[in-house]
């Protein structure tokens, strides 16, 4: 039976599962990524509320938070219609699309403790299946596309989806700064509500946008992710 996507609703059940996903309890370690924030303070370019939430409207409309979106927004309608050679293709292009080895590292890393993790809890699926393919092609799986596929397997609406995923990805960066600056709690939970348009029109964007037309324009971000990899003092993998 086809499912048409415009008729999924949230239910608790889909609620309480994108939940866990995206808590930072589950085991993906993305607390120990900052996506080259950590030498962006070091430089100075992020000292401040202010200079962090351009800095992560920038990751969001321009950089990975856009390439990682469209990925996802892919991902999930072929998971949705059992598409499992198009999801094969879908990670191979997730590949083409890391501008250094730390942000490839952040994404095939958390992609693969997030497979490893659902299928230990949940058992073997889409997910697995892909993974397994991708290994297959000596290629490691993508953390957006396994996360949007898992969302479609569990009937999770796509905008729902998207936004609790671009929202966590905010957070992640918001809380890296909080320790690395130092910011103070209050001032993290400022710049992460400051951030809600601008994921919601990373959301908007994605889904409007076919994945022959992704494109990304973040050089500062990259940057700042190459100039990481040889910091003396780093707290973060990347």
């Known amino acids: 039976m086809t499912i048409n996507a415009d008729d999924l609703t949230l239910n608790p059940a889909g609620l309480m599962r994108l939940m866990t996903w995206l808590s930072p309890s589950f085991p993906v370690g993305a607390y120990s990524y900052s996506h080259g924030v950590e030498y ?15 800095w992560v409207e920038g990751v969001l409309e321009f950089g990975a938070g856009r390439i990682d ?33 730390e942000m490839a590292l952040e994404a095939t890393a958390q992609g693969r403790a997030f497979v490893s993790t659902t299928e230990k809890v949940w058992g073997d699926g889409i997910v697995t299946r892909w993974a397994h393919r991708m290994r297959l092609d000596d290629r490691l799986p993508s953390y957006p596309v396994a996360v949007g ?6 009937k999770v609406p796509l905008r729902d989806a998207l ?33 809600d348009k601008a994921v919601s029109i990373a959301v908007d964007h994605a889904m409007a946008t076919d994945l022959c037309d992704l494109g990304a324009a973040a050089p500062m971000v990259d940057w700042t992710s190459m100039k990481h990899e040889t910091q003396y003092t780093r707290l973060f993998r990347s």
């Not at 962006?40 to 351009?54: F, K």
């Not at 596929?149 to 569990?154: D, G, Y």
């Open 149 to 154: 596929i898992a969302a479609a397997e569990t």
């Open 69 to 101: 979106a469209v990925l996802f927004c892919a991902a999930w309608r072929a998971a949705l219609l059992g598409g499992e050679d198009a999801l094969f293709d879908i990670g191979v292009e997730a590949d083409c699309w890391r501008g250094t080895s």
């Open 40 to 54: 962006a303070v070091e430089d100075g370019r992020v000292t401040s509320a202010e200079t962090l939430i351009n």
């Open 163 to 195: 936004t609790a995923y671009l929202h966590a990805m905010a957070a992640n960066l918001v809380s890296s700064a909080v320790r690395l600056v130092p910011l103070g709690q209050t001032d993290g939970v400022r710049s992460l509500s400051s951030l």
